[in-house]
């Protein structure tokens, strides 16, 4: 009998011990936003635009202040976050169009599936960017692949870009509110017979006309990448795209409360992604047009799910992660004052280039790590990655750690420690760079240095460059030729990582 009760009496520890094991799981909530630059957040002291809410993150939590995307553009980048491999290793990891299929492999070990083998409910809201389907796509059936494949129990997202066709929000598996007797079609080859485009009726343009690209299907006024036809119960509103992403996004932290599971949200953002089209709410807000006001609702959107989650009680056992996917860009295809707006806020900080370059602008961005309680406010020098979150988000759960590029840094990322990743390869528009220590080493290659349609400077060179970004961030001495023997190693190292 006294056997008996021993045992029970150790069996009911064990249970009390693993259900507070279980609560201690924290919930994680990754907020991306959409083409942020480094000087974008006012936290990082370097633009003139106020972002309150992010700020607030920062002054709560860990802000790094040498983070980096994987590349300079967005689809590479969201690849790596969610597969903890490097991009450049996926050919077919560049910029993806609308009805592009899903880059990353259903059998692949992600992110998501990494949470989901830990009990945790998983959820991806906003900008996907990432493919959908397996070839072509049925836009009015069951689409056959989506994020529901690669681990999210649930997935509510644009297809691609607010840029491309279709104009739709998929849910789960189905495009959102398509009406049964209005098929919705969708090329990227050819336009379909009698739709207009933005070239044969410019008069459809009521809201923003195109600089460059972005001249095919014309929807809510905004000329688009892509075309498309009928759909027209699906077609979003982009005014109210942030209001209906938050919501989607806040009704998923409410179920996750009643199921007692602990959530993974990946919240993607869309701002300040072109077109820029805020909410009437926002517009005129940072006298910076069209780009700052977005960036003022994508701050709005931050500080509304942090009141949300504070609502539920459940700042105490949630790290949030606050990021953006690649440097800033002005005109990216529209004209948006975003040029002539500008005033003296710097976008990128002192930092060199923008979106889709080599140089700093391009990978370096903000990231900042809160979580109420346990992560002491602090800045930190060291060099983190986007692609390390897997590794270091998998250490924290107690998870498999199977990322095939991704480190554990989560003592880093929770302002533990300061110790971070001693080298990096970085890719912009399909050419790699490489960070190690202070410097940065850019190999020789053809092409133009400026990025004409955007007026950026892409990093191109027929010299190799070698930059001491610490003493140097803005790039402006290239130190390869003094400092031949320190460029010609990482060179060497630079070719070993990415060799075969
Ligand atoms: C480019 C688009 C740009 C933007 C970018 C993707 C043109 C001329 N430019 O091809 O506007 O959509 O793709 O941006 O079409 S990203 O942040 O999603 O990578
Ligand atoms: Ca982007």
């Known amino acids: 009998m006294k056997k008996v009760l021993a045992t029970l009496a150790l069996a009911s520890m064990f249970i009390s011990c693993t259900q507070e094991e279980e609560k201690k799981q924290p919930n994680v909530l990754v907020i991306y936003a959409d083409d942020l630059g480094y000087g974008d957040v006012s936290a990082y002291g370097q633009g003139t ?48 169009a609308g009805d592009a299929p899903m880059l990353i492999d259903s059998a692949s070990y992600t992110m998501a599936d990494m949470f989901k083998s830990q009990g945790y409910q998983t959820s991806v809201v906003g900008k996907w960017h ?55 079609f969708v090329s990227y080859k050819e336009n379909f017979e009698g739709e207009p485009t933005a070239i044969s009726n410019p008069e459809l343009m009521t809201k923003m006309k195109w600089h460059h690209g972005h001249n095919q299907s014309v929807h809510n006024g905004v000329p688009r990448i ?51 089209v805020p ?86 961005i903000p990231l900042i790590v809160s979580w109420k309680g346990k992560v002491k406010p602090s800045v930190s020098d060291a060099m983190v990655c986007q692609l ?35 080298n990096l390869v970085l890719e912009a528009t399909g050419r790699l760079s490489y960070r190690k220590g202070d410097l940065a080493y850019i190999p020789r290659y053809k092409g133009n240095a400026v990025n004409k349609q955007v007026n950026i400077e892409v990093g191109v060179s027929e010299d190799e460059q070698l930059y001491d970004i610490k003493n140097d961030p803005g790039q402006q001495n290239d130190i390869f030729k003094k400092q031949a023997d320190t460029g010609n190693s990482l060179k060497e190292e ?7």
């Open 279 to 364: 909410h009437q709410r926002f517009v005129g807000k940072s006298g910076l047009g069209p780009r700052g006001d977005a960036i003022l609702e994508a701050d709005w959107c931050v500080g509304e799910i942090m009141k949300h989650l504070e609502s539920k009680g459940l700042l105490e056992n949630t790290l949030v992660v606050f990021s953006s996917d690649n440097g800033p860009v002005l005109n990216d295809g529209y004209f948006d004052e975003a040029v002539e707006k500008l005033g003296d806020h710097t976008p990128a900080g002192v930092l060199r280039g923008g979106k889709y370059s080599l140089f700093e602008a391009g990978t370096k």
């Open 130 to 184: 990432l493919g959908l389907g397996n070839g072509s796509i049925n836009w009015n059936e069951d689409i056959s692949v989506t994020p529901n494949d690669i681990g999210f129990d649930y997935s509510y997202i644009m297809a691609a870009t607010n840029d491309r066709t279709p104009t739709v929000f998929v849910d789960n598996r189905r495009v959102d509110n398509l009406s049964a007797d209005d098929s919705l």
């Open 494 to 500: 630079f070719e070993k990582a990415t060799e075969g």
């Open 49 to 96: 635009l106020n972002t309150p809410n992010i700020d607030a993150l920062a002054a709560n939590g860990v802000r790094f202040t040498n983070a980096y995307a994987t590349s300079a553009t967005c689809s590479p980048s969201r690849y790596a976050l969610l597969t903890g491999q490097y991009p450049w290793k996926n050919e077919r990891a560049k910029i993806l």
């Open 226 to 276: 892509g075309y498309m036809k009928g759909g027209k119960s699906a077609l979003w509103v982009d005014e109210d795209m942030a209001d209906h992403f938050l919501d989607i996004a806040k009704g998923q932290i409410d179920k996750s409360t009643e199921s007692e599971k602990p959530f993974f949200m990946y919240y993607a953002l869309h701002e300040p992604h072109v077109p820029r």
């Open 388 to 422: 390390d979150l897997a590794s270091s988000f998998a250490t924290l759960i107690g998870a498999k750690s199977d990322f095939e590029d991704s480190k554990n840094f989560i003592d880093t990322f929770l302002g533990e420690s300061e110790v971070g990743r001693e």
